[in-house]
């Protein structure tokens, strides 16, 4: 019986972790719009080009961040959010991935910054 019993739970555990590792496509992650899941959990859902993130899009972590946004050759580009575990958010103009241009951070409580961006510093 207890052979039986660790044979299940083995099998449970194996069927777990396989399913965990599991990446890949819904949809068209080719030319279209599709949801590609990555190993870590992460995921994208939004518009292909060429294999690549372009156009409207949402990326998000397990570990609570996420991008909603537009996207040029997989890097975020153009007007997006991002926002924070801690519910922080900066919205505004992106280039190559980092806050660049006009845009605005708010803190979790509220207060809030704008002003320009480069690099995703803000210019004094």
């Given at each position: 019986m207890k052979k039986y019993i660790i044979y299940i739970v083995l099998s449970f555990l194996i069927t777990t972790?396989?399913?965990?590792?599991k990446t890949g496509c819904e949809g068209n992650?080719?030319?279209?719009?599709?949801k590609w899941t990555y190993t870590d959990k992460t995921t994208?859902?939004?518009?292909w080009v060429d294999t690549k993130k372009h156009g409207e899009g949402i990326e998000t972590w397990p570990n609570g961040y996420i991008?909603?946004?537009e996207?040029?050759?997989?890097?975020w580009s153009g007007q997006g959010i991002?926002?924070?575990p801690d519910g922080s958010t900066y919205?505004?103009?992106w280039k190559n991935g980092f806050m660049n241009g006009k845009g605005t951070f708010t803190w979790s409580d509220g207060k809030e910054?704008?002003?320009n961006w480069i690099n995703g510093k803000l210019k004094k």
């Open positions: 972790s396989v399913s965990a590792r992650c080719e030319n279209g719009f599709g994208y859902e939004g518009n991008y909603e946004g996207f040029k050759n997989s890097q991002l926002t924070f919205k505004g103009e910054i704008k002003g």
